[in-house]
């Protein structure tokens, strides 16, 4: 077994913790903007940076904190929500992160009338 860390320190990383990975929005309506709000934590050695959030669709606009998240303190992603038709939608919003994963999906459904 090879340690790839020099001088054996341990190798500080920014890691998230999400309280909700899907928000389900139930009676939103064709043309009205409605609002979900995803908070993440972040709980690594290193502060969490989002460096970038796209939407899946042009329907959803993404906003959220680009300064440094330090370890224990939260910040929201708001993502609003503008559908052009009626029926079942499942989105999803991809959080390009400083984390070992790099890309988080959260998912946004529901019933749009």
Known sequence: MTN????????????????QWEIEMMNLKVGKISTATFVLKSIGDRPL???HVDASC???LPAW?????????K????????????GYFN???????NTDE?????????MVK
């Open 58 to 60: 042009g329907c959803m």
């Open 65 to 73: 904190d680009t300064r440094p998240i330090h370890t224990e303190e």
């Open 4 to 19: 790839n860390n020099k001088g054996g320190k341990k190798q500080q990383t920014a890691s998230v913790e999400i309280e």
């Open 49 to 51: 940076l989002i460096t």
């Open 102 to 110: 790099r890309v988080i999906p959260l998912r946004v459904k529901g």
């Open 75 to 86: 910040t929201k992603i708001k993502v609003e929500i503008k559908p052009d038709s009626p």
């Open 91 to 97: 989105k999803v919003i991809f959080v390009y992160t």
